[in-house]
């Protein structure tokens, strides 16, 4: 007489809990699954650990009302080649952005002292690389506050997201960041902090920063 068998199939999540209890003979996590048992790393998790986010920014930054407000991010290039750090101010679009290395954090501190030289900053919100888990230093060098934005929320920093974009027409996925000179980086900014923009009345970041002097 044949053994009946069961017409229910069976879901990958009772045989994966059947082989980690060991209920499957001769069947093993560390020999038969592709990842040997170990979990896969959650990309839904932070990266690291804010002292302030987003949502503990103060109206003044909302409004767009006052400069020295940034929002930051890197630009990668080719694998192993080096990245761009962008810091956008929200009020007047000026771009900020220095070359580095890598996304060392070491290397991304000291990309802001390049980038920003004396200019004073109010806040920087940024998103939330490993590159910028040194957040604490540059807070503390640039005497300013820095938030974060949530998890996979880009338009949250839509001015950077922007800028980025116009970065990229220059420096598309793939970019040697190395073999980027300083005179042709520095020029490229100069474009972009030269261009009108719609939201500031079709003056450039330059113009709208010199009229806010000005008065």
């Known amino acids: 007489m044949e053994a009946k068998t069961s017409r229910f199939p069976l879901s990958h999540v009772t045989i994966y809990r059947a082989l980690k209890r060991g209920e499957l003979l001769g069947y093993r996590p560390k ?17 690291i650990h804010p002292t302030h986010t987003i949502h503990d920014r103060p109206a003044e930054v909302e409004a767009r009302l006052r400069l020295g407000d940034l929002e930051g991010d890197t630009v990668y290039g080719a694998v192993g080649k080096g990245c761009a750090l962008t810091l956008i101010d929200r009020a007047s679009r000026m771009l900020y952005a220095a070359k580095c290395e890598s996304r060392d954090k070491k290397l991304i501190t000291k990309a802001f002292e390049k980038a920003l030289g004396a200019t004073r900053v109010k806040s920087i919100t940024l998103d939330n690389g490993s590159e910028f888990a040194n957040f604490a230093q540059i807070e503390k060098n640039h005497k300013t506050t820095a938030y974060f934005a949530d998890p996979h929320s880009p338009w949250q920093r839509g001015a950077n997201e922007n800028v980025n974009g116009l970065l990229r027409f220059f420096f598309p996925k793939g970019t040697n960041f190395h073999k980027v000179t300083d005179d042709e980086f520095e020029h490229v900014i100069a474009l972009i902090n030269n261009r009108p923009r719609k939201c500031l009345g079709w003056l450039s970041p330059l113009e709208f920063i010199s009229s806010k002097c000005c008065t």
């Open 31 to 47: 020999t038969h699954l592709r990842r040997r048992g170990k979990r896969k790393n959650s990309h839904n998790s932070r990266t």
